[in-house]
Every structure is written in structure tokens, then in C-alpha cells.
């Protein structure tokens, strides 16, 4: 079973740091991109920051410079730092795999971040 698990959500006050980890398992040859959404009540998920097959990094505007991804072998990771209320969301980790069958695109279950003011 192809599946990715996620870690590390959890509370914090304004200024503080969490650190995301997503692992990925199953019968996967590889990974084009892989990365963080988040999705805010009331909000449409959006990217946070994803890491492509050639090594590229995109990150939102919101969250350069604060928050730092990075990749080692089948897990991906999110440093945030200087952690912000606004960043208070449900943030799921995204693979964009070549596998035997199934879907590509491929979503983690979802961890909760919640920063207080």
C-alpha cells in the first residue's frame, strides 16, 4: 500500500518553530515532486512549499524566508520558523510519484498546525 505519514503538527505561540516530517512507503520507482499544502478553515488548500524531481524549490510568498523544505530519499521535510497566527492550518503532505498503478498524485492524512497570538 502506497501511503504518505505525516508528523510533527502540533500548537505553538507566535514566533515559535515546528518541524514537519512526511514519509512515504509503498511500491513507488519514483517522485517528480513532492511537498506541503495547507488549507486554513473557510480557505481553498494552497501550496506551501514543494521540491521537484530536479531539485527546484518553490515556496509561497507567505511563508519566505520563515519556512525552509527539504528532501532526503522518500521523506520530505518542513522546518517553520517565526511561526505566525495566519499560519494556522491543516497542513497535508503532496507526492507527485511514477508508480505501477494508481493515481499520481498522492495526499497524507493531514496534521494540524495551530499558532496562538
Known amino acids: 500500500q502506497v501511503q504518505l505519514v505525516e508528523s510533527g503538527g502540533g500548537m505553538v505561540p507566535a514566533g515559535g518553530s515546528l518541524r514537519l516530517s512526511c514519509a512515504a512507503s509503498?511500491?513507488?520507482?519514483?517522485?517528480?515532486?513532492m511537498g506541503w499544502h495547507r488549507q486554513a478553515p473557510g480557505n481553498q488548500r494552497e501550496l506551501v512549499a514543494q521540491?521537484?524531481?530536479?531539485?527546484s524549490t518553490t515556496y509561497a510568498d507567505s511563508v519566505k524566508g520563515r519556512f525552509t523544505l527539504s528532501r532526503d530519499k522518500n521523506t520530505v521535510y518542513l522546518q517553520m520558523n517565526s511561526l505566525k497566527p495566519e499560519d494556522t492550518a491543516v497542513y497535508y503532505c503532496?507526492?507527485?510519484?511514477?508508480?505501477?498503478?494508481?493515481?499520481?498524485?498522492?495526499w497524507g492524512q493531514g496534521t494540524q498546525v495551530t499558532v496562538s497570538s
Open positions: 503532496y507526492a507527485l510519484v511514477i508508480r505501477p498503478s494508481g493515481s499520481p498524485d498522492l
Open positions: 521540491v521537484t524531481r530536479g531539485g
Open positions: 509503498g511500491s513507488i520507482f519514483s517522485f517528480n515532486a
